[in-house]
Each structure stands twice: as structure tokens, then as C-alpha cells.
């Protein structure tokens, strides 16, 4: 009798993609030379170029970068994926699982904006299970999420921990779970964009339990390089080399993989730990002070570098930060948010100014009212 193999999770890629091996560069085939003139790049270094490290393609995926990154979140390096910034790693994932016009994408609103635009653009259906908010803040509802997912045939189901906006980090024990109820049916991606914000370990440690788990991570936030675009996804190992066929030949610049090799080093990466902690502390307080504010309807309890702000007149205060000059999200147009602002964590004098906007703010309206 045979019995039929449990449904893996390469099951979950579109099947017309699932032998393709991509576009095959010139820095893809193992070849050995001194000369290398295969790729038509200019003999010479552009005089701008001072070392001329930017003269021939980049590596893809630049090993030492690779190894860096798979030390710095504690994976193997086979499942890990360099990608333009972790947005990219979204596009990957919902061009390479979703087949346009059938598949969906569960998201859980009020929550960062790309899923929903890449699904968008892949024609795959999107699947709301908004957040429910209550005394501990907002959270996904995991019941109804599992529910959707399957109804809806959904290749994948993003998760954000902690979430932006609303700041929330989701314990590991519900991401497990739910990725056992969706095995073989979806992927849970965890977008872990803040994770070095957060108390919660991150997810990545469950992908050898169950492999439908991939996280993202980005060197964009904690780590200060929005710029250098420097995002990992951490998954199956089938599933990053099938993705790697799927992305743009030279993904990763090479000043920016010079760059985030530096920050990923002794000194730099010491002092982003302590930013880090400098960040997490300063959080508590603006959350305590602004909480005391009587324009304050309700800060939320926060994981990330943010806090999410309910204000009796959201405008007011978002107009009066404005002529402060300093901006801060507005999130009013956002789902359960029509009051509410976010308001990423600045540096101690940054902090201090919001603080003292609002509380100038609430000054002036008891004047007026006495
Ligand atoms: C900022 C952010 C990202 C984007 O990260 P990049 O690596 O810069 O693309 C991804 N997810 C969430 C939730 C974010 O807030």
C-alpha cells in the first residue's frame, strides 16, 4: 500500500513555476578564469569608483553578507534570502505562490500597507481578518484567521510581529499553531521588521517544526540603513532557492552589501544594541507621559519603535506637531484608526518636543474652556 507524502510546503508554489530555474547570469555559471569577459563589463573602474569594487556584477547573494545575516538572526544559511529590503521579499513570495485570479493572501487590517499592494499587483485575492481591539491592545483574531485561510483557498497568511501600527507582538505559541492548522494549505509569513524591539523571540525558530513558517527581517529599522534596502527572508530551504529563481539577477548592490557588512560589525553593531535599549526605554516614557496627557484617548502598548496614539481631535494634534515641524503618521484613514496618529520614537530632544507640543496643546484648550 502506499501512502501518499504529507504535502510539503513547495506544494504551496505555483505549479507552472515550480521547475524553473530562472534567468541564468554570468555570475551564476562556475567558471574559472583570471580574464573575465563575459559579462560585457568595462575593463576599466569608473574614475568615481575609489576602490572599484563596483565595476563587475555583484554576487546575487554575497556570501559573506549571507553568513552575517544567518549569524545575526540564528539560521542556517540555506534559508536565508538577501532581497531588496524586506518589501521585496513580499513580492517574491506572493508572485511565487499565488496564481493570479485564484489564489488569496490573508491580511489582518489595520496593518502595514505592502501585502496588500503585492497582492494587488499579483491579481490575488485579498482576505481581511481585521484586528480586534481590546484592554491588552489589538490582536489578531487566530480562530478566524484559520478559518479564512482555508475558505479561501489563501497561499499565505501574513503576520505582523510586532505590528505596525498598532504595536503588538504576537506570541509564538499562536504563529505555531497556526501554521500546524495551514500545513500543506499555506505559508504564515511573520514580518518581523521591529523584532529587535521586541520581548517576544522571534519565529524563525519554529521553521523546523514547521516548515509553512517564513519570517522577514530588515536592516532598515533597528539597524539604522533604511537606504541600503537590506531585507532577509528566512524560510524552507526548497522554498528560498525557488524564490531566488524568481528574483531580479543582482539583487544586492555592492556598496550596500559593503555597508551592511560594516554595520554588522564589533563597534557598529554594539551600538545599535544600545540604541536599541536607548529606544525601548524612551518608549516606556513617552507612552507613560503621553498617556497622562487629557488629548489622549489612549496609547497603545508598543513592541516596535512607535506608539500608536488615540487623540480626542486627532487634526488638532497632528496640525500642532505639524507647525512644531515635526511629522508624524498620520493613521486616520486606516481601519478601527480614525483617531489615531503614529509616532516613531526620535531621539531624547525629538521625544521631549512632541511631548511638549501636546502638553502646550492641552494648555491652551483649558484656557479657551475657562
Ligand atoms: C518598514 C517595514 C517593512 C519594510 O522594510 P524594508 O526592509 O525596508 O523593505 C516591512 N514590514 C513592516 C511591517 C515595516 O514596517
Redesign the pocket.
Known sequence: MSVDPKPGVLDLVREDLRDFGGYSSARTEALCGEIWLNANESPWANPADADGNSRRYPDPQPQALREKLAGLYGCDITRLLIG?????A?DLLVRALCEPGRDAVVVTPPV?G?YAVCARLQNARLVEVPLVDDEAGFAPDFAAIADAALTNRAKLVFL?SPS?PTGGSIPLADVGALARKLEGRALVVV?E??GEFSDVASAIGLIDRCSNIAV?R????AHAL?AA???SLIADAGLIAVLRCCQAPYPVPAPCTELALAALTGAALARTRQRVETVKAARARLQTDLAALPSVVRVYPSQGNYLLVRFRDAETAFQALLSSGVVVRDQRSAPQLDDALRISIGTPEQNALVLDVLQRLDAGSRAVNA
Not at 531588496?84 to 521585496?88: L, N, P, T
Not at 530588515?218 to 529599522?221: G, M, N, Q
Open positions: 531588496r529590503g524586506s518589501d521585496e513580499i502595514f505592502m505582523c505596525n514580518d521588521a521591529y522577514l530588515t536592516l532598515s529599522k533604511a534596502r537590506i531585507g
